[in-house]
């Protein structure tokens, strides 16, 4: 008898236990369920809202069109882009011409064969052929320079005295048939030391359509001196019609400005890099790529990290779908990817203003697409931003292992004396750093001078408000 109660209690405990268990898996499954069905109810309604973004999203591929493909960081740190609209509107901020001769009206009186304030030279394995123009007003070079080899050719004006507090708008028309181009400058301090910049290289002309180049510099503070010349370092042969050169002052910001940017939005950066950022108090703009939490791809941050991010007022932006070359992308998959990007992340975050491009590829036609979906566009152009900024074409100076801190101590300070915005990017934070990474005791030491400067540090959205209204107060109502 007392067996068969035991039995009872047994099989009534067992019961109990049963239909607890029972009830727990069916609430679970209720929860579960329920949130399953406002997670497709959010995605149904995007589906809907943008039914070819999603249906191509899933087979979206950068395929052959980019290969091998590495960061491009071009440009020297001492180069701005302007808008050349506000250039335009600035010129009664503009010096008189500095250059002595810039259409080669004249010639030498001493030399007639050359132009007055010009002189030539060959270096290295090249030899050239010079020819002051006098009748078109230009000068040429045919340059010779066997494959495989380094040399240069090319015309250089006489030296101006230089001001490191203004900027120099140095404007050059040329044609360029099958040669490159590189345009230099030479600086001169007190001393007699010289420090020789490429600015910037020209690719052969077109149809050999003139075309012009406009290029805005800040020399170095100890700059007392400089000119600019045009240099020819493969073989062919260019001709140049103008180049002038005017100062320009007023044009920094009201105070500088720096902003910390990470690309890509690698799992370092929330393991490695936040830490720091949350004890120093730096606000960042970190550029996503959109496919990377959405398939949960190894080494990237998953959504509830980069929400983390947003939630703590970091700034998202688009640095595409899948990190495809833009300018290497058909017409079709190009506007699919601008727009798509964007409405991807904007699906997870707030107001997605700005895109990063990948590689920082880009062409014209890419450029022209992207200011239809983006308020701004970062490039990886090395460089400032100042008072005559180009919101499309921004430039940034990307840190690497190399990067010294005496290098980056020279950066900021140049900001800071020139009223500049400078925009530093990073990718990768470890202690085995990659060719675009940094160790988290470096990127400490760089932020902590950052942090001493008592400069102020914003986002990039916020940079670009600010120096919009900046602006419009200047130059008139320029901007919404």
């Not at 302007?82 to 250059?99: A, T, V, Y």
């Not at 073989?235 to 007023?250: K, L, R, T, Y």
């Not at 085995?432 to 008592?454: M, N």
Request: aromatic content about 10%; charged content about 25%.
């Amino acid at each position: 008898m007392a067996s068969r109660k035991k039995k009872k209690k047994y099989d009534d405990e067992r019961m109990h236990f049963l239909r607890a268990l029972a009830l727990v898996i069916l609430v679970v499954g209720f929860v579960f369920s329920a949130i399953m069905s406002v997670y497709a109810f959010v995605k149904t309604k995007e589906i809907v809202q943008h039914p070819d973004i999603y249906r191509k999203q899933r087979d979206y591929k950068c395929s052959d069109e980019t290969v091998d493909q590495e960061l491009v960081a071009t440009g020297t740190r001492q180069l701005l882009t302007p808008s050349m609209e506000l250039l335009d509107k600035s010129r009664n901020r503009w010096s008189g011409e500095l250059n002595n001769n810039p259409n080669f009206k004249k010639s030498n009186p001493y030399e007639p064969e050359l132009p007055a304030g010009y002189r030539n030279v060959s270096v290295g394995s090249a030899s050239g052929n010079f020819l002051h123009d006098k009748f078109n007003h230009s000068l040429q070079i045919f340059a010779n320079i066997p494959d495989g080899t380094d040399g240069q050719a090319g015309w250089y004006m006489d030296y101006f005295g230089a001001d490191s507090t203004k900027q120099y708008i140095f404007k050059t028309s040329y044609i360029l048939n099958q040669a490159k181009s590189t345009i230099i400058a030479e600086e001169v301090d007190s001393g007699g030391n010289i420090k020789y910049t490429d600015l910037v290289l020209l690719e052969p002309t077109k149809n050999k359509d003139k075309v012009d180049k406009t290029i805005l510099f800040v020399p170095l503070p100890s700059t007392v001196k400089m000119r600019f010349y045009s240099q020819l370092t493969s073989m062919g042969s260019m001709n140049i019609f103008e180049e002038s050169v005017h100062s320009i002052d007023g044009m920094g910001l009201a105070e500088p400005l720096i902003t910390v940017s990470f690309d890509d939005g690698w799992s370092s950066v929330h393991t490695a890099a936040k830490p720091i950022l949350d004890e120093l108090k730096i606000k960042t703009t970190q550029s996503i790529i959109a496919d990377s939490f959405r398939s949960l791809l190894s080494g990237y941050m998953n959504l509830g990290e980069v929400k983390q991010f947003e939630k703590e007022g970091h700034e998202i932006a688009s640095h595409s779908i899948r990190h495809c070359n833009l300018a290497r992308l058909s017409n079709e998959n190009l506007e699919y990817d601008i727009k798509a990007s964007k409405l991807l992340l904007e699906s997870e975050f707030g107001s997605i203003r700005g895109l990063a491009y990948p590689y920082g590829s880009y062409n014209q036609h890419v450029e022209d697409v992207a200011k239809t979906e983006y308020d701004y566009i970062r490039t990886t152009m090395t460089g400032y931003n100042g008072l005559l900024m180009d919101r499309h074409e921004l430039r940034s100076i990307t840190i690497n292992p190399e990067m010294t801190m005496d290098e980056f101590r020279s950066m900021i300070d140049l900001a800071i004396k020139n009223h500049l915005w400078v925009n530093i990017i990073y990718h990768k934070v470890g202690e085995a750093p990659d060719v675009y990474g940094i160790t988290p005791a470096a990127l400490r030491e760089q932020l902590t001078y950052l942090k001493t400067k008592s400069v102020r540090i914003v986002t990039t959205s916020h940079a670009v408000d600010i120096i919009s209204k900046q602006q419009n107060e200047r130059f008139g109502k320029f901007l919404p």
